[in-house]
T-cell receptor, first 113, second 113 residues
Framework: DAMVIQNPRYQVTQFGKPVTLSCSQT?????MYWYQQKSSQAPKLLFH???????NEADTPDNFQSRRPNTSFCFLDIRSPGLGDAAMYLC????????????FGPGTRLTVT | GQQVMQIPQYQHVQEGEDFTTYCNSS?????IQWYKQRPGGHPVFLIQ?????EVKKQKRLTFQFGEAKKNSSLHITATQTTDVGTYFC?????????????FGKGTKLSVKP
């Protein structure tokens, strides 16, 4: 089945230690998104790629970076995780067009110790 | 700041009772999307409303888009335990950029059997 896959599902990192979360998709969608969702809150858009074009939200901290080496894969790099970065990180994809509904992956829960 | 307001934040119902969540925007929306997130899960697209005054039904779920395209509602008739989760409305054109989802804060529905 076509889907959005996130690895790992759970990630523990130390304060200040760089961490990379990965997302892959078999939907062949041209847009990929990264969201941060903290407990009992709505997902918050961090950035997205429209094909190879990177679009950063104005309030996304510089500590967060992203890479999209090809259509199928997208990575979220957190250069120096702080305790406040502990959250669920959701990857989503969509195909630009009339409907552009987003398909979310299962998420990676990041713990910072 | 938050562009899409959603109420109530929580709703507890007895199985079989109806449930409604409301979404309001300070600006006119091009369209609006609704997502459901089960506990421990990821957001799943339910529907997109585009036309002024539009009403769409999915089994026991009824979605409405206001005449002024500034408000929307989701109504569930005769709730079941499978309806448990958080329901989010979302503006998919945040900042004028197609596909940039800005979520309402969500309504968390619990259903007592």
């Amino acid at each position: 089945d076509a889907m959005v896959i996130q690895n790992p599902r759970y990630q523990v990192t130390q304060f200040g230690k760089p961490v990379t979360l990965s997302c892959s998709q078999t939907l062949n969608h041209n847009v990929m998104y990264w969201y941060q969702q903290k407990s009992s809150q709505a997902p918050k858009l961090l950035f997205h790629y429209y094909d190879k074009d990177f679009n950063n939200e104005a309030d996304t901290p510089d500590n967060f970076q992203s890479r999209r080496p090809n259509t199928s894969f997208c990575f979220l790099d957190i250069r120096s995780p702080g305790l406040g970065d502990a959250a669920m990180y959701l990857c989503a994809t969509s195909r630009m067009g009339v409907r552009y509904e987003q398909y979310f992956g299962p998420g990676t829960r990041l713990t910072v110790t | 700041g938050q562009q899409v307001m959603q109420i109530p934040q929580y709703q507890h119902v007895q199985e079989g009772e109806d449930f409604t969540t409301y979404c309001n925007s300070s600006t006119t929306l091009s369209n609006i999307q609704w997502y459901k997130q089960r506990p421990g899960g990821h957001p799943v697209f339910l529907i997109q409303l585009v036309k002024s005054g539009e009403v769409k039904k999915q089994k026991r779920l009824t979605f409405q888009f206001g005449e002024a395209k500034k408000n929307s509602s989701l109504h569930i008739t005769a709730t079941q335990t499978t309806d448990v989760g958080t329901y989010f409305c979302a503006d998919p054109n945040y900042g004028g950029s197609q596909g940039n989802l800005i979520f309402g804060k969500g309504t968390k529905l619990s259903v007592k059997p």
